[in-house]
């Protein structure tokens, strides 16, 4: 292969389209996945040719799905969705775009009544050998005793091997004196005019591959399938023959035309073919998107410039197209108020000619625009260049499928409620902000908690409650990704509707929950998404466990989200008095419990349950119940006592009771005397101090009595003391920010008592009063 040098055909050459495609009644057209050069070239070879029977490589269990080709509610792109319906995990797609050689294919026969198959291995064989090769990697899942072909070169593959095995492509790049395959190929096919030559040369370069270049480094199941695959493509070749067609387009990918040129024995293929496993199938059309077809998802590999591809195209590769490219790249500028005038333009448009000049290219491609565009108009600078690749190199858009094809009812029920509540789905992020005192926003956000419970991931919940703009907000991040069409077939076994499935799983999950936080962050996720059908057994599953639970650090997970429920749960009008009873039971009971649970704790452990007792201590100050917060108060007191348990939880407890003015200065700093004297260890002493403070410099900051008795505590510590303490210090300190620390520093060079004469002097009782009555009147209390 030394010294090839693949040449494609230049346009306007002598066609020898006729002498091709007399050879035989197949004429193979080799394409590339999504390529727009290659769906113009096509697209006239079969006006050339009018075949009497188009074959196309995909799976012929799609072809129910055919006459959806012509509907005039199908919206591009659009992927063919090939799903196992017992294990929607098993699943393909198929995608098409308006440039994608295949789909003008089957648009230009289905438009003729040209009989239309495909010719793929069917998926259903496909899934099933896939599930016997995970279940038995070691064996060779295949019948008939067929074994993959290799050759000695495949154990020693140079990395050029590897890559030309990853992309044939990048090798005849190279070959050809361009850096990649991709550019060569964008070159000489996507941005070329039309030539029926085309395919001739396709089918020459790929013959050359194939024959002389390094063995790909695959696994034996990769090549096994690839056998079987262009068997069954042969196969329906000859089935085709056999029907009497006698002009037999066969559309496929660029590598497997050389396997299809050369048809060996009938038997042969069928020898490969007979008793292959099959399991069950279904099909259906699915929305995709740019940014999927971006990525190397779906079938086959993905394209890096969808919408550029579009844009050639539609532009049906004239001169004028690098005009009209960099006229929308202006228009997209200005509406970021970004300066690009149209002397930006014609200068640009100069530039790209002259680099697709010194190129050899007869036209400006997408690099030679880019580049341009990123002198003259952005002056170098990469950041504008960014929306340029996501909006017209990549682009953002989603394509729809018609009311008419086959859906699971959740689907179209999920469909029905979009378009009810004004949420259409979008390839691209969008923030949406929800005002539940707003009927049609709460309906928003119910939708989409039950769509999160169902684990279909359209939306994002980012805050809520006092991160938000208030307890009556929701902010969501909503983008729609097309394999979320497989997450609403996997939720459609719960139920028809979305609200009936989100109530069912609920229930079921319900069941078989065996901890205390799951069931309580599930009556949260119920009670969020208004399934009132699900509340009462959720509820009551979460009553159950809790009669029986004995984890202290369990009790204390379940609180926070239960009380977050009863205090948040008015905004949505929603029933919270179950709820409620549960608390009433879980609070006294982790209570009593508490002190027993903090005993004989280490430090991992105790930071584990310093982190429950801070979380359940918030809740019960939320929850603002009088008799529950003594209960909780008696418990910490409990723990607060030295020696009790860990230090780091005695002195949080400690510092717990003081905040909340259940013990006084002094008697708070009777307990930081005794868990600081000398004659404690000093690691006992630094965790007490720690549990203290708690990480709360600004706290420690603004809180005088807790400033006052820290001060008062460290004046009179003798010199020896001193010293051992300073260690303990610092490993506390070093938890709050370089900002606190200077502050504290700077607090502590005023004198305390200078402080406290001009807090006093300052006090005015009588304007401090005078906000009193618009508090009330915020807040809604009585006077």
């Known amino acids: 292969m030394e010294g090839f040098v693949p040449r494609l055909p230049r346009a306007g050459r002598v066609s020898r389209v006729a002498a091709f495609m007399a050879d035989s009644c197949f004429h193979l057209f080799g394409i590339r996945h999504h390529g727009p050069g290659c769906a113009r070239s096509l697209v006239q070879a079969l006006d050339a040719l009018q075949p009497d029977c188009l074959l196309v490589e995909g799976p012929p269990e799609g072809e129910v799905m055919l006459p959806f080709v012509l509907d005039a509610g199908l919206t591009l792109p659009v992927a063919l969705l090939i799903y196992n319906p017992d294990d929607s995990q098993q699943a393909a797609f198929y995608p098409f775009a308006e440039f994608s050689p295949e789909w003008q294919a089957l648009g230009y026969a289905l438009a003729r009544n040209t009989p239309t198959r495909f010719m793929d291995l069917p998926m259903s064989c496909q899934f099933a050998l896939d599930k016997a090769h995970d279940v038995e990697r070691a064996s060779c899942p295949f019948p008939n005793g067929l074994e993959a072909r290799s050759t000695s070169a495949d154990a020693n593959v140079c990395t050029e091997g590897a890559d030309l095995y990853a992309d ?10 361009y850096d990649d395959g991709e550019s060569w190929w964008n070159h000489l096919v996507e941005e070329r005019n039309d030539s029926l030559e085309l395919f001739a040369a396709i089918a020459e370069a790929m013959t050359t591959v194939r024959s002389e270049a390094p063995a790909r480094r695959r696994s034996d199941y990769e090549q096994q399938r690839e056998i079987l695959r262009e068997a069954h493509m042969r196969k329906t070749m000859r089935q085709a023959q056999k029907d009497g067609f006698e002009r037999i387009a066969v559309v496929c990918g660029a590598w497997h035309v050389p396997a299809l040129e050369k048809l060996p024995s009938a038997k042969a293929d069928n020898d490969l073919l007979k008793a292959l496993p099959k399991t069950k199938v279904a099909a259906t059309w699915a929305p995709w998107s740019y940014h999927n077809l971006s990525n190397a998802s779906g079938y086959g590999a993905g394209i890096a410039a969808p919408a550029w591809y579009e844009h050639l195209w539609r532009s049906g590769g004239t001169r004028q197209r690098a005009v009209g490219w960099l006229a929308r790249a202006a228009r997209l500028f200005r509406a970021e108020d970004l300066d690009c005038s149209s002397a930006h333009i014609i200068e640009a448009v100069r530039l790209a000619d002259a680099l697709a000049a010194l190129r050899g ?14 002198t003259v108009v952005c002056m170098g600078d990469d950041a504008p260049m960014q929306l340029i690749h996501r909006q017209l190199v990549v682009g953002d858009r989603l394509g729809g499928i018609p009311e008419q094809a086959p859906a699971v009812p959740l689907q179209r029920d999920l469909e029905q409620q979009q378009k009810s509540l004004k949420l259409k789905p979008e390839a691209t992020r969008k923030a949406l902000d929800l005002d539940l005192r707003q009927a049609n926003d709460l309906a928003r956000s119910h939708l989409l908690h039950r769509l999160s419970l169902l684990d279909i991931g359209w939306g994002d919940l980012n805050k809520t409650g006092k991160s938000a703009k208030g307890t009556f907000h929701e902010l969501w991040t909503l983008q729609w990704q097309p394999e979320l069409v497989l997450a609403v077939i996997t939720a459609s076994r719960w139920g028809n509707t979305v609200e009936g499935a989100a109530t069912a799983k609920a229930v079921d999950r319900a069941q078989a929950a065996q901890s205390l936080p799951e069931l309580s962050e599930l009556v949260n996720q119920t009670l969020l998404a208004d399934l009132q059908a699900a509340i009462g057994p959720v509820t009551q599953a979460l009553e159950n466990l809790a009669a029986v639970a ?15 429920i009863v205090r948040y749960g008015n905004v949505r009008n929603t029933d919270v008095a179950m709820v409620n009873a549960v608390l009433e039971g879980l609070i006294p ?19 584990a349950m310093r982190e429950h007792i801070a979380a359940t201590h918030k809740a019960v100050r ?40 259940v013990e006084n200065a002094d008697q708070t700093a009777i307990r930081m005397s005794q868990a600081l004297s000398v004659g404690n260890d000093p690691g006992p002493a630094a965790a007490w101090l720690e549990g203290f403070l708690n990480r709360s410099g600004m706290v420690l900051l603004h809180d005088d009595p807790l400033w006052t008795m820290v001060d ?54 009588a304007r401090a009063e005078q906000p009193i009555p618009l508090l009330r009147l915020l807040l809604g209390l009585s006077r």
């Open 622 to 661: 939320l929850l603002a119940h009088e008799e529950l917060s003594g209960e909780w108060h008696e418990a910490l007191q409990r723990v607060a006592h030295l020696g009790s348990s860990h230090g780091l939880i005695c002195g949080l407890a400690a510092r717990l009771l003081f905040d909340d003015q």
């Open 168 to 177: 044939p492509l990048h090798w005849l790049g190279q070959a050809a004196g």
């Open 361 to 374: 290219h007869h036209q400006p491609g997408l690099d030679e625009l880019c580049e341009a565009l990123r």
């Open 589 to 607: 009971r982790a209570a009593i419990g508490l002190s027993g649970a903090c005993s004989s704790l280490d430090d991992d452990a105790a930071q």
């Open 712 to 765: 008062e505590w460290l004046a009179g510590l003798v010199e020896e003391h001193f010293l051992r303490v300073v260690p303990l210090l610092r490993r506390t300190f070093a938890t709050f920010n370089a900002h606190e620390r200077r502050q504290m520093g700077e607090r502590a060079q005023r004198p305390m008592q200078t402080v406290s004469r001009q807090i006093d002097a300052d006090w005015d009782a």
């Open 550 to 564: 004995s984890d202290v650090a369990q009790l204390l997970a379940a609180i926070p989200p239960l009380t977050h």
